[in-house]
C-alpha cells in the first residue's frame, strides 16, 4: 500500500501532541476550578476488541450510569475521573456516544465529557486509536488512519453490541459520535463526510510555511521515486480509504465535532452528510486555522443545528483543564491567550453535548 512521509509533513503538530500525551502521563488532571463533574454515578470499565486496520488488538474504555451517588475523582493510573470501575450499571437500555480522540491523544483524553454525560444518563465508549495514539502515532497521515478511524469506531460498536453484559444497556437505534481534532474528521465521516486527499496539495500551494506542510518537499521527493507528481501520490492514498470499509455508518445518528480537521472536505465531500452535526471551534486555532477547517466548512454543512466558536480561543481548548504540574511542563499547550477560561468553556462544552445528544438521540432521562 502507498503511504506518504508524514513524520516530516507533521512533525510540528505531532511533536506538540506527542508532549501533551506525554505530559498527561505525568499528572493527574483533579485541579481547582476543574468543570463539574456527573450529577449521577458513573461506572467505568475497559473493553478490548480487534483493531479492523492491522489485526491487533484495540482497547478502550465505557462509562455508564451506575447505581451509587457520585463521590471523589478515582484513580485510573495518573488520571482522575468521575467514576467507579466496574461498578454495578443500572439497567434499561440507553443511548450510545462513541468518543474519538485526536492525533497522539488517548481514550482518557476526554474522560470529563465521557463521565458527564454518563452521569446524565448515557454510556460512552472511547478508544485508542491504533497508528494515531500517544503511544505509536506512526499512521499519521496514512489512509490507514483517515479511512479506518472511523472503522475503527465502528468496530467499537459492533464489540459493545455483541458484548452480553453491555448490549441490554445500550440502545441501537440511539447511537451518536463526538470527536476533538482528527476525532472530529472521524465523527464527520461517520455521519457520511468523505475525504479528498488531494486537497493537501492544493492547501501547501496557499499555506507553504504551514506546520501540515513543513515537509512539502518530502512529499514531493516521495512521489518522485515512484514516478508521479504530488497530486498523483495524493490520489494514490485517497484510492485505499475504503480498503478497511464503508467509514459512514448508518447507525450513527448525530456528530459533535470539535476543532475537526478539515482541510480534506470540500462542497461536494459533505454533501452526503445526512445526519445533525453540531460544530465547535476556537476562533484563535493555531494548529487547524479556522478559515481552512471549521468555520470554512460551517456553511457547507446541510444539517448544522448548533455552532458555537469560541473567542480567542486556541485548538488545546476542547482538552480538559491542565494541572499546575501541566502547565508547568507544557506551557504553550496549557496557557490560554487573555480572556480564555478554559474550565468555564468545559462546562459550556459538556452541556451543549448533552443538549445535542438529547435532542438527536431522543433524550435520556434527567438524573
Same mark, same amino acid.
Given at each position: 500500500m502507498m503511504t506518504h512521509p508524514v513524520e516530516k509533513t507533521r512533525m510540528h503538530i505531532a511533536v506538540r501532541l506527542f508532549l501533551i500525551a506525554l505530559a498527561w502521563l505525568a499528572c493527574t488532571t483533579a485541579i481547582a476550578g476543574q468543570p463539574?463533574?456527573?450529577?449521577? =454515578?458513573?461506572?467505568?470499565?475497559?473493553?478490548?476488541?480487534?483493531?479492523?486496520?492491522?489485526g491487533g488488538p484495540m482497547t478502550g474504555y465505557l462509562f455508564y450510569p451506575a447505581a451509587i451517588k457520585? =463521590?471523589?475523582?478515582?484513580?485510573?493510573?495518573?488520571?482522575?475521573?468521575?467514576?467507579?470501575?466496574?461498578?454495578?450499571?443500572?439497567?434499561?437500555?440507553?443511548? @450510545?456516544?462513541?468518543?474519538?480522540?485526536?492525533?497522539? =491523544?488517548s481514550g482518557l483524553g476526554h474522560a470529563d465529557l465521557a463521565t458527564y454525560l454518563a452521569g446524565h444518563g448515557f454510556v460512552v465508549a472511547t478508544v485508542t486509536h491504533p497508528g494515531d495514539n500517544f503511544r505509536d502515532a506512526s499512521l499519521d497521515g496514512h489512509a490507514e488512519v483517515w479511512g479506518g478511524r472511523p472503522v475503527q469506531i465502528s468496530a467499537a460498536i459492533d464489540a459493545l453490541l455483541r458484548d452480553p453484559r453491555w448490549s441490554p444497556l445500550i440502545d441501537p437505534g440511539r447511537i451518536g459520535v463526538a470527536g476533538f481534532s482528527n476525532g472530529g474528521y472521524?465523527? @464527520?465521516?461517520?455521519?457520511?463526510?468523505?475525504?479528498?486527499?488531494?486537497?493537501?496539495?492544493?492547501?501547501?500551494?496557499?499555506?507553504a510555511r504551514d506546520a501540515m506542510c513543513a515537509g512539502a518537499e518530502a512529499y514531493r521527493a516521495e512521489a518522485a521515486r515512484h514516478g508521479q507528481t504530488l497530486?498523483?501520490? !495524493?490520489?494514490?492514498?485517497?484510492?485505499?480509504?475504503?480498503?478497511?470499509?464503508?467509514? $459512514?455508518?448508518?447507525?450513527?445518528? $448525530?456528530?459533535?465535532?470539535?476543532?475537526?480537521?478539515?482541510?480534506?472536505?470540500?462542497?461536494? $465531500?459533505?454533501?452526503?452528510?445526512?445526519?445533525?452535526?453540531? !460544530?465547535?471551534?476556537?476562533?484563535?486555532?493555531?494548529? !487547524?486555522?479556522p478559515s481552512e477547517n471549521a468555520a470554512r466548512i460551517r456553511p457547507l454543512l446541510k444539517t448544522l443545528v448548533g455552532v458555537r466558536s469560541i473567542p480567542k480561543a486556541d485548538h488545546w481548548v476542547f482538552i480538559p483543564p491542565c494541572t499546575r504540574e501541566l502547565a508547568a511542563d507544557v506551557p504553550d499547550i496549557c496557557r490560554d491567550p487573555p480572556g480564555v477560561d478554559r474550565a468555564a468553556e468545559h462546562v459550556r462544552i459538556n452541556a451543549d453535548a448533552l443538549a445535542f445528544f438529547r435532542k438527536t438521540l431522543g433524550g435520556t432521562a434527567a438524573r
Open positions: 463539574p463533574g456527573p450529577a449521577g =454515578g458513573v461506572g467505568y470499565t475497559t473493553f478490548e476488541t480487534r483493531d479492523p486496520v492491522r457520585p =463521590g471523589k475523582p478515582m484513580r485510573v493510573g495518573v488520571y482522575d475521573i468521575d467514576a467507579v470501575a466496574d461498578a454495578r450499571p443500572l439497567p434499561g437500555a440507553k443511548p @450510545l456516544v462513541l468518543i474519538s480522540h485526536g492525533h497522539g =491523544g472521524t465523527a @464527520l465521516t461517520l455521519v457520511g463526510a468523505k475525504a479528498r486527499v488531494p486537497r493537501f496539495a492544493e492547501y501547501c500551494a496557499r499555506y497530486e498523483q501520490f !495524493l490520489q494514490g492514498i485517497q484510492d485505499h480509504l475504503g480498503d478497511w470499509g464503508r467509514t $459512514s455508518d448508518p447507525r450513527v445518528k $448525530s456528530a459533535f465535532a470539535m476543532a475537526p480537521m478539515s482541510v480534506m472536505f470540500d462542497a461536494d $465531500s459533505l454533501s452526503g452528510i445526512d445526519r445533525p452535526v453540531f !460544530l465547535y471551534y476556537g476562533e484563535a486555532d493555531s494548529v !487547524l486555522r
